[in-house]
């Protein structure tokens, strides 16, 4: 009689058993784990907006896990869309046109979660309009 378990009358096997070498075992392991990964990939684009509607020549850049991306002009509107990579803060750091600089603070954000931050320049200083999660 077989000490081996059997599930709907097939044996189970063990990943030895799949295996036709020690090299071929650990090909087989790398593989899996790296489908695994790539199904927790995040790939949700995050968006930050800030009206400058009462400074139109301002510029504006986000700093966000380590990285630093320029806001395109689109009118009076600064805006960029980043997938979020780590969890922490951030800020989107706003050139005046009288040559002044306020910082929009970009509050908690984790990869994977959509998020997007917008805010509206007031007479030379940030203000939130609205920090949608969903």
């Known amino acids: 009689m077989s000490a081996r378990r059997q599930v709907y009358g097939a044996p189970i096997r063990s990943i030895a058993d799949l295996c036709l070498t020690r090299e071929d075992c650990g ?11 790539g199904g927790c990939s995040p790939t949700v684009a995050n ?3 800030v009206d400058s509607g009462s400074s139109p020549g301002a510029a504006a850049t986000l700093t966000i896990c380590g990285n630093k991306t320029p806001l395109k002009r689109s009118g ?3 805006a960029t869309s980043r997938t979020i990579t780590c969890e922490g803060h951030g800020e989107v750091r706003v050139q005046l046109t009288n040559g002044g600089v306020t910082a929009c603070p970009v509050g908690y954000v984790t990869p ?3 998020q997007d931050f917008r ?4 007479d030379g200083k940030c203000e939130p309009i609205v920090a949608n999660v969903g």
């Open 47 to 49: 968006t930050f907006e």
């Open 112 to 114: 994977g979660l959509k």
């Open 76 to 78: 009076a509107l600064l």
């Open 27 to 37: 090909m087989k392991l790398w593989l899996a784990g790296l489908a695994l990964l």
């Open 119 to 122: 805010f509206r320049l007031d």
